[in-house]
Each structure stands twice: as structure tokens, then as C-alpha cells.
């Protein structure tokens, strides 16, 4: 559960307990790689909250809890990855660029046929823009995590919002450019853009 890959799932029975070094806020959990469909999270503050999973991505709580302590229980018997903590929302632009591709490399033979590429697999792409919509709290939260985003660990996506318009509400990706985060604007006021190209991980 502290690896980035979705693949490196563990097995769960009857509860998944984690424990947090301190109190920390928590409004929303990362699922990832599971056979469950329901989830439990009971925190340490007596709260408890019921997921129902629909996809790898980012299920807000609906309300920011402090716990020290999370219990997970669910009918499913592995997860990859599991997050926990507080949910950025961001404004982006009406525009949206979603797209599918490949890394299979086929290749045209002198005779015009197809020979497939070995290998390869499929996944999405999801482009958006916030132009200057980034605020101070979501700047110190994208700085607080960039201890492991900068490492290549992915984002839990929540696209609920704009789903009407979308072929999908979840997504675990990273941005292209995520090592190298960069904002713009600050002109006037504390709000900054920044360009997202989201690729899916798995």
C-alpha cells in the first residue's frame, strides 16, 4: 500500500487498520486496485463514513475529520493502494481534453500488412485546465505533498463534478509534468494556473 504501482495489492481480513504518526485532517480517501465494492472508514474520532468503490480515484468524505487512527472494513479481499487526507478542489476551465491511447508499436510490413507490437497496454489521458484558480490552501497543500508526487507517486482523481460531461468520475494518474511543478500567475492576487495532462496509472 506504500508503493505507487496498483500491482502490489495485499490482502485484507476482516479489518485494515492504519495508524497515523499524529491527528491529521482527512477529507477524503484514495481507493485504488480492489475487488471490493463497499468500504467502511471508521476514524478514530468515532465518525464513520460508507464508499461504495466505482473506480480507482479520490472519494471525498463529504466533511473534514481529524483521526490519528483509520479502520478500513470492506467485502473485498485485496487493495493496491489506499490514501488518506485532504482533498484539493480545483476550478478547472469548461474545456476538458479526455483521450485514449496506447503504448503498442505495430508495424507496417514491406507488403502492407499489420504485425502487432508485443506487449503494450491501454490508457486514458485527461487534460485541464485551472487557470488561476489555485489559492494559497491549495498551493500549501500541493507543496505539502510534493514529497511524493515529486517521486512519482500518482493522484487520486475525483471528477464528479463535471461527470455529466465526461466518459468517466474517477481517475489514478499522473501529470506529465509533476516532477518539475510549476505555477503561473500572481499577479494581482494569491491565485496561480496551472496545466494538468493527466496519464493513468496503474
Known sequence: MKSPALSD??????ELIITLPKIVPVSAIGI????GKTFIIKASAGE???????????????????????????????????????????GTSVAKQPAWRSTAEPRTTLSGQIVLGAGGYN?????LDTRYKLKAQDIAELEAGYKYSGLGF?????????????????????????????????????????????????
Request: net charge positive; proline share 3%; glycine share 12%.
Open 9 to 14: 495489492a495485499v490482502g485484507i481480513r476482516d
Open 32 to 35: 485504488g486496485n480492489t475487488d
Open 48 to 90: 464513520t463514513f460508507n464508499i461504495s468503490f466505482s473506480g480507482n480515484g479520490l472519494y471525498p468524505l463529504g466533511k473534514t475529520i481529524h483521526a490519528n487512527k483509520i479502520v478500513v472494513s470492506t467485502d473485498g479481499s485485496f487493495i493496491g493502494r489506499l490514501g488518506a487526507g485532504l482533498g484539493v478542489r480545483l
Open 123 to 127: 490508457y486514458r489521458t485527461l487534460h
Open 154 to 202: 500518482p493522484f487520486f482523481i475525483d471528477l464528479a463534478d463535471e461527470a455529466y460531461k465526461l466518459p468517466y468520475s474517477k481517475l489514478y494518474a499522473t501529470d506529465k509534468n509533476q516532477r518539475a511543478l510549476s505555477l503561473e500567475g500572481g499577479l494581482a492576487r494569491f491565485l496561480y494556473s496551472k496545466r494538468f495532462e493527466f496519464e493513468e496509472a496503474f
